[in-house]
């Protein structure tokens, strides 16, 4: 009787209480039609209380996110099927789909009955301003009798995920910083045209294009010999991402742990288009031991979706890791906050003679709550006393103007 009891909606629960008293009412003052309609009454509710318990349908759930990938901001559609897997129809039914809180507000919508074996789609749209990878699921559905006297709570097991990426912002594409030694400042590009110096001289071996056989080699060694071109090696950089919670200020999306995070997305695939060989450094790629490799845009906008303050990687580990690449050659990008006077002067060091170094040191105080970031000016300085070109940026600071300034032949101290 408990477990009717709790199936009853409100309405159910007054038909009951009603019935009751009709009936008892009907019994002492001896009205046959009023005991009746009171039995009436308490029939009603416990019916539809057994008809919605007992009933049983089996559906599967898919969903489909279009795309699965966006930005900050961006809006996706999701398309939630409903295939009736049960021999018998589906009831009408109450779904509401439960999301992570930063993809607004719950989707509800009411399904209409399924015959057995068809499909039904309903779409629906999320926008979240967090990045992160968020849960779309599980779904929660209601099943009522026609009259609203009673009804059933299930949850459908089964979830997606949606990547939200940090925004990103068009750069400047006029300058860019060189790797190369004693060219600072230079438009760094791929060399795709090939001179004398990229050739090398192999024997012919079937299947090698005629057109490349070098006669001046064959005639010199009697055999047939065909050039090979070695296309040169492709330009490094190394972006670093400071993840210590002592050296931001400011909570959440306005805080300056996510501009920096925008600010690195934004730099890495600017890179990667102009044909730079991009490692991130940052506490997710370093304890997955990816920081070594190169990544593309794509999967470096991946691991900036999720990476975070939380993480058991320490400032040292990032900087062992910026170092081990670092010495190999490639310029350096570090965004970082005001904290502990010895930790820049570690990034400070990653510098190679001869290479560039470009650093955006983040006002901590300016955005908020820092209670253990410094000043910036002097970590600034620090870093421009050891030849880095070393910006301060504030939360005003749009991520275009202080690319611009740092990658410029001179860099003023505005923020």
Known sequence: MRSLRSVLTTRGRAFVGAGVTLALAGVIFGFRDLTRFGVLLIGLPVISAVLVRTRRTRMRIERHTSPDRVGVGQEAHVALSF?????TTTPLFLAEERLDYVLGDRPRFVVGRIPPGRVRTIDY???????????LGPLGVQVQDPFGLANRNAVLEGTAELVVL?????????????????SEGEQAHLIALHGEDDVTIREYRDGDDLRRIHWPATARTGDLMVRQEDRPAQRRAIVMLDPRVTAHGGRGAGGSFEWCVSAVA???????????????VCADTVESSRAAETMSAGEILDVLAVTGQDSSIGIDEILRASQAIASSGGFVVALLGPSDRKVTDRVASLRQPG??????????????DAPHADEVEPHVEALRYAGWRALAVGRETAIPQAWGALTAATVGGSR
Request: charged share 10%; proline share 5%.
């Open 125 to 135: 749209a999320v926008r979240s301003h967090l990045r992160g990878r968020h849960h």
């Open 266 to 280: 934004s730099i890495a695939v600017h890179l990667c288009e102009g044909g730079y060989a991009v490692h991130l």
């Open 355 to 368: 290479t560039t170094g470009l650093a955006l040191v983040v006002d901590a105080l300016a955005f908020g």
């Open 166 to 182: 940090p925004a990103v912002v068009p750069l400047a594409s006029h300058r860019q910083p060189s790797s190369g030694m004693g």
């Open 83 to 87: 295939e009736n897997v049960s021999s």
